[in-house]
């Protein structure tokens, strides 16, 4: 059974297809690992001042291919303070229900994000669902990882 690369489903060369070893397999299998790598993606998405409970981030943007999300990197210049802070995906304005986090009196986290793919149809975006209950967070830093999806 062939083996497969994670993002591109590219077909890695069968170890028994030929003689182990031979520089077929060791030069398509390195090419096929660093083009599957070459799939991987990030977003960087800024929020200025204050956080604002239910303020939308980012909305709009439509990718020239079709992605899968994989995770979220929140950055605060000011932490929130007395509850964490929550953003959610939108996909065409509707609210996806993949929270991201950033706790408390943390400036930084990372949050994996699971089965959440957009077309080239579908319109990305960020809204922050909750904030700080005293002290909102300032200055917000969205990293999001995404990569793009296989070949069919």
Do not use: C
Not at 9 to 38: F, S
Not at 50 to 56: F, H, P, S, T
Not at 124 to 140: A, H, M, P, R, Y
């Amino acid at each position: 059974m062939p083996e497969f690369t994670p993002r591109l489903n590219l077909t890695k060369p069968d170890a028994g297809a030929k003689p182990p070893g031979t520089p077929w397999k060791t030069d398509v299998e390195a090419w096929a690992d660093q083009l599957d790598k070459a799939a991987a993606q990030l977003l960087p998405i800024h929020y200025s001042g204050l956080a604002v409970d239910e303020d939308i981030m980012f909305d709009g943007l439509l990718f020239d291919e079709a992605v899968t999300i994989t995770k979220v990197d929140l950055f605060a210049r000011e932490a929130p303070l007395g509850s964490a802070l929550t953003i959610d995906f939108l996909k065409a304005g509707l609210e996806q229900t993949k929270i991201a986090t950033l706790a408390a009196g943390a400036k930084n986290q990372s949050t994996t994000i699971t089965e959440l793919t957009y077309t080239t149809a579908e319109q990305f975006g960020l809204k922050i669902k909750s904030v700080g209950s005293t002290f909102e967070g300032n200055d917000l830093l969205a990293v999001v990882h995404y990569h793009v999806n296989p070949l069919p």
